[in-house]
């Protein structure tokens, strides 16, 4: 949500950001906001003159009785009372309107930063830059199910059985390295000064009104039926949460975390091949890291955030590439966002595993994430980014750690926690 001082001083500048997003329906909610402002304004300043009118004849009233002008003091309380309703109807109409400016400015975008290239959707991304050589073996890369199934290390039939369809079991040392990736990326990201955390895997509606748009909500997230909780669909939902309503000291900043989660999806739409493998699920584990600073420090933040993921990937081996988000490809909430691709040999293409995002002081605006200094009391700047998120990083790193003989090579990071394994292989037996 932007601050309304923008629309009140800046109409153009808001309208500008609307079209830049390709999201001119929502052009007239400018103008709208403003004349319901103005509105707010005006019946403030009215409320405000008729209880200083009301003040000033409450003192009138002891001192006429006093003089015995009883009659006097019976028409001011008569006055006094009709000013009282008139007032209690002004503040209806205030709490009405502010609700309304609230509703249309929730759905007005985050002004993005002046770096964000212009474009429609994600076809229209734009590579930064690559990491690592993409290879493509000479021999047949297959299907990263047809891999884990003949290391038996994925059942998709049973968990149909149990959950249905979007849901696995992961076995064996397939199940063992997925927790590897999880396990070195915490280890990575406390090494790295971040202070880990196990958040609530359910929050609360108002919650996550704070933290992302409601059709994004609408399309993720699983509700629990008659209550007021929602299941994650990403841990950074109630870790910048844990700070709804907080006013947070200087010397307490950055605050940088990082946290694992399950995580849990609605993924509509996926169909074909998708649907017998790891890529759309509706639960996964993730390693994710946000940070909480300065307003004029959040660019960095969000430089060294991505940078993070990318060496994480190198170290499993796994080619990467920048793929910075363009305009209409941004969440409403967000200033300026990228996405981490991994190299697929099998597809001879970059898929995401992993996203960058600088929400300005979107989200903590919304949920009243604030700092009071030197400069008065002003909201904070919020950034999240994925670590590794699994089974889609696990799809990565099979693909690009798969050998010619059927079995996977466990990069050196993760050996340690494979019990000093260096494959996976086929079971001959």
């Not at 109409?93 to 429609?120: A, C, F, T, Y």
């Not at 297959?142 to 249905?164: F, N, Q």
């Not at 889609?392 to 990069?411: F, H, M, T």
């Amino acid at each position: 949500m932007i601050d309304i001082k923008l629309i009140r001083e800046n109409k153009d500048l808001v309208k500008d950001n609307i079209k830049k997003k390709f999201q001119d329906e929502k052009l007239p909610l400018v103008d709208e906001v403003f004349e319901l402002d103005k509105r707010v304004r005006e019946v403030q300043v009215k409320a405000d003159n008729l209880k200083a009118e009301k003040n000033k004849l409450s003192g009138e009233i002891g001192k006429l009785m006093k003089d015995g002008k009883k009659d006097e003091a019976m028409k001011i309380k008569e006055e006094i009372s009709k000013n009282s309703l008139e007032i209690e109807k002004l503040e209806e109409e205030q709490v009405n309107l502010s609700k309304e400016i609230k509703d249309k400015m929730m759905v007005i975008p985050q002004i993005i930063d002046e770096s964000v290239p212009i474009g429609r959707d994600d076809s229209e991304n734009v590579e930064v830059e690559k990491f690592g050589e993409p290879v493509v073996p000479e021999y047949e890369i297959p299907y990263h199910a047809d891999i884990i199934e003949r290391l038996c290390g994925m059942d998709k039939d049973a968990a149909g059985r149990t959950s249905g369809q979007g849901f696995y079991y992961l076995l064996g040392d397939i199940a063992r390295l997925h927790e590897a990736m999880i396990a070195y990326a915490r280890d990575f990201m406390i090494d790295h000064g971040f202070t880990y955390a196990i958040p609530p895997f359910m929050i609360h509606a108002d919650v996550v009104t704070g933290v992302m748009s409601f059709p994004e909500m609408e399309a993720m997230m699983y509700k629990i039926e008659g209550e007021d909780l929602y299941l994650i669909g990403t841990s950074e939902h109630s870790m910048i949460g844990k700070f709804k309503d907080q006013i947070i000291k200087k010397e307490e900043l950055p605050i940088h975390m990082t946290s694992y989660s399950p995580c849990f999806r609605k993924e509509g739409g996926s169909h074909g091949l998708e649907e017998r493998g790891l890529y759309r699920v509706h639960q996964f584990e993730k390693q994710e890291m946000i940070v909480i600073c300065e307003p004029e420090d959040s660019m960095d933040w969000y430089n060294k955030m991505w940078k993070l993921t990318v060496e994480i990937f190198r170290n499993f081996d796994i080619p990467v590439r920048q793929l910075e988000c363009c305009s209409g490809d941004l969440a409403d909430l967000k200033v300026k966002s990228c996405d981490i691709e991994a190299w697929s040999p099998r597809q001879k293409k970059y898929f995401e595993v992993a996203s960058c995002s600088n929400l300005g002081d979107a989200q903590a605006r919304r949920l009243g994430i604030r700092e009071k200094g030197e400069k008065g009391t002003y909201y904070l700047h919020t950034l999240n980014n994925t670590v590794v998120a699994t089974p889609r990083g696990l799809i990565a790193l099979v693909e690009n750690n798969y050998q010619e003989d059927g079995s996977i090579k466990i990069p050196k990071v993760l050996q340690p926690y494979m019990g000093g394994k260096t494959k996976i292989e086929i079971n001959k037996k």
